[in-house]
């Protein structure tokens, strides 16, 4: 088999790829190798920021987001229960984010693939990457080879693709953080109509949602925490008493249908090219869920890229492509930024002493009252410019 550009991962990077290029008339051929059903299932990211919202639509697939999505225009910070806003769309000249869960947008992108021509091979086992440093790279699996002009490894963190660069090439940067997140979805109203992130001195907690009808909470938990350990009325419990007492009097319990425990980790590589290999998304950088960044980043590094290979099959020039790891690095690092600062503001580390705490409170009451301090956060919440 022969196409422009192996995609190796049908997730948000890889599927969003695929789109971008086959609108383009650009050959391409995905590589996954697990089911649609498992890809499609993953409980994961939920706040998508206005790029990610425009090349949805640019797609024409925006139509169910737009009808099924909450618009959110601000979100809130809590102080051991004491709630403050920020107004994003004022601070931003009307900018918002839309609540739409990652396996909605997946089941949209999975919809759409075949009527355009997006092929894609499930339950790919064993894909390993061939010659990506010479003019005539391929992938093979177990029973297939796919040969192309470039490969774009959208495998995600635990993909092959990444150990394809040689390690005298690649670099990487990483903060492991002490803590991470217990999550749950409950088919209850949310608490509050937009996201509350909570500062409490037991730790962070978050209110959010993915409907009008369904809830997701997250509390800052170590490590080691076992998931049976924490019955439904447990983490009610916790949640309640870390959002405070003015938005526990909104929390609507009931059963839980999903919980998980997830690390939070920092992560980038650099370069984000080798090559004919370009990684983009999960493959090169991983951020702590606070920002809600990771899906996002995982949009802008492909739009970079087939905006590339757009000006390479049809106006034959390398300029993109040659450019592109510079270009995606410089947005995703920003994204790291922020991440690790909105993470490092409202979380409990377990070194942190007195002081730490106290400097965390003024941080937190300087955005309360800082017009300039919330903007900052509204811009990178609602997402820099391309
Ligand atoms: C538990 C969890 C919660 C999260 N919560 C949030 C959140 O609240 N907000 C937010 O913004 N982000 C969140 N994220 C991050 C967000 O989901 C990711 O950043 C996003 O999925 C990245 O998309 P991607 O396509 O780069 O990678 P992935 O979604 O990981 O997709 C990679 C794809 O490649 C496939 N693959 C892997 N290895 C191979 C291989 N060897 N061969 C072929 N295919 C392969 C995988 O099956 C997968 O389908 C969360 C992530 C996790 C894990």
Redesign the pocket.
């Known amino acids: 088999m022969r196409t422009q550009i192996a995609i190796?991962?049908?997730?948000?990077?890889?599927?969003m790829l695929a789109h971008l290029l086959r609108q383009q008339n650009i050959d391409c051929v995905v590589?996954?190798?697990?089911t649609r059903e498992?890809?499609e299932g993953?409980?994961?990211?939920?706040?998508l920021e206005q790029t990610t919202v425009r090349v949805l639509d640019r797609l024409g697939l925006g139509e169910r987001m737009h009808s099924e999505g909450l618009v959110h225009e601000g979100t809130n910070l809590a102080i051991d229960g004491e709630i403050f806003r920020i107004d994003m769309a004022a601070l931003t000249g009307g900018a918002t984010v839309m609540v739409y869960g990652?396996q909605e947008v997946m089941h949209d992108l999975f919809n759409a693939a075949e009527a355009r021509g997006v092929k894609i091979i499930f339950e790919?086992k064993g894909?390993a990457l061939h010659d990506v440093d010479s003019t005539r790279p391929y992938v093979t699996?177990q029973g297939g080879r796919l040969d192309c002009d470039y490969i774009a490894g959208?495998?995600?963190?635990?993909?092959?693709?990444r150990g394809a660069i040689p390690s005298h090439v690649i670099q990487t940067f990483e903060r492991v953080y002490p803590f991470g997140?217990l999550?749950i979805l409950a088919d209850v109203p949310p608490a509050s109509h937009e996201l509350i992130y909570a500062n409490h001195a037991r730790g962070f907690a978050l209110a959010?949602m993915r409907s009008a009808g369904r809830s997701r909470y997250y509390l800052q938990c170590a490590l080691d925490e076992r998931l049976e350990d924490w019955p439904d009325e447990r983490f009610w419990d916790e949640v309640c008493l870390r959002l405070g007492e003015q938005t526990a009097a909104q929390v609507t319990r009931g059963p839980s249908f999903e919980k998980?425990i997830?690390p939070l980790r920092s992560f980038v590589c650099e370069p984000m090219r080798w090559g004919r290999l370009f990684l983009?998304?999960?493959?090169a950088h991983?951020?702590p869920?606070t920002?809600?960044?990771?899906?996002?980043?995982?949009v802008a590094d492909v739009i970079v890229l087939a905006a590339a290979f757009a000006e390479f099959y049809h106006g034959g020039s390398t300029a993109g492509i040659d450019g592109y790891s510079a270009k995606a690095l410089a947005r995703v690092w920003k994204g790291e930024r922020f991440s690790w600062w909105f993470t490092s503001l409202t979380h409990r580390f377990p070194d942190m002493d007195g002081f730490d705490r106290k400097m965390q409170v003024a941080e937190l009451n300087y955005i309360r009252g800082s017009r300039a301090a919330q903007t900052t956060l509204a811009e990178n919440y609602v997402g820099l410019p391309m």
């Open positions: 190796i991962g049908a997730g948000p990077a890889g599927l590589l996954e190798n697990r498992y890809v993953r409980v994961r990211a939920g706040v990652q790919a894909v699996w959208c495998d995600g963190a635990h993909g092959a693709s997140w999550g959010s998980s997830a983009a998304g999960d493959a991983i951020v869920p920002g809600a960044k990771g899906l996002n980043l995982a």
